[in-house]
């Protein structure tokens, strides 16, 4: 099983999560952490993060679902470009494949014509050097 992850960074101003600047968001993303070490100090965090999630769920739900239809919606562009690239290939092939049966058809055709044409000269070749042995 695999699960995407993804970090993002807001500015809490009161009851409201605010985006920050993309260079900023950069620099917090970039830098260094420092777990705490401290079980209390962790445990006041938790106890901190817990008793404001339920104020800012709303928000980051919301972002959420944001974020999945923009994904979604890259997806699905990505996914019918590939497809109309896919089915233009495939057109390409079958028109190649059709050209070379017909060019291979035309081939026969003419390999047909020419021996019928060799047996027909073939023929009044042969209904000439008869006339000539029989005409006296």
């Given at each position: 099983?695999?699960d995407?992850v993804?970090?993002?960074v807001?500015r809490v101003?009161?009851?409201?999560?605010?985006p920050v600047?993309?260079a900023?968001?950069?620099?917090?993303?970039?830098s260094?952490?420092?777990?705490?070490?401290?079980g209390?100090r962790?445990e006041e965090?938790?106890?901190t993060?817990r008793?404001?999630w339920?104020?800012?769920r709303?928000?980051?739900?919301?972002?959420?679902q944001?974020?999945?239809?923009?994904l979604?919606t890259l997806?699905?562009r990505r996914?019918?470009a590939t497809l109309?690239?896919e089915?233009e290939?495939?057109?390409?092939?079958?028109?190649?494949?059709?050209?070379?049966l017909?060019d291979r058809?035309?081939?026969?055709?003419?390999?047909k014509?020419a021996?019928?044409?060799l047996?027909?000269q073939?023929?009044?070749d042969?209904g000439d050097?008869?006339?000539?042995?029989?005409?006296?």
């Amino acid at each position: 099983m695999h699960d995407e992850v993804m970090t993002e960074v807001f500015r809490v101003e009161g009851d409201r999560l605010t985006p920050v600047e993309d260079a900023f968001r950069q620099v917090v993303l970039q830098s260094e952490v420092h777990p705490s070490k401290s079980g209390k100090r962790q445990e006041e965090w938790v106890r901190t993060l817990r008793a404001k999630w339920f104020k800012h769920r709303g928000g980051l739900e919301a972002f959420l679902q944001g974020q999945e239809k923009d994904l979604l919606t890259l997806l699905q562009r990505r996914a019918d470009a590939t497809l109309k690239r896919e089915g233009e290939a495939a057109k390409e092939s079958y028109r190649y494949r059709l050209k070379e049966l017909q060019d291979r058809s035309r081939e026969q055709e003419l390999d047909k014509l020419a021996r019928y044409l060799l047996r027909e000269q073939a023929e009044g070749d042969l209904g000439d050097q008869r006339r000539r042995d029989v005409a006296p």
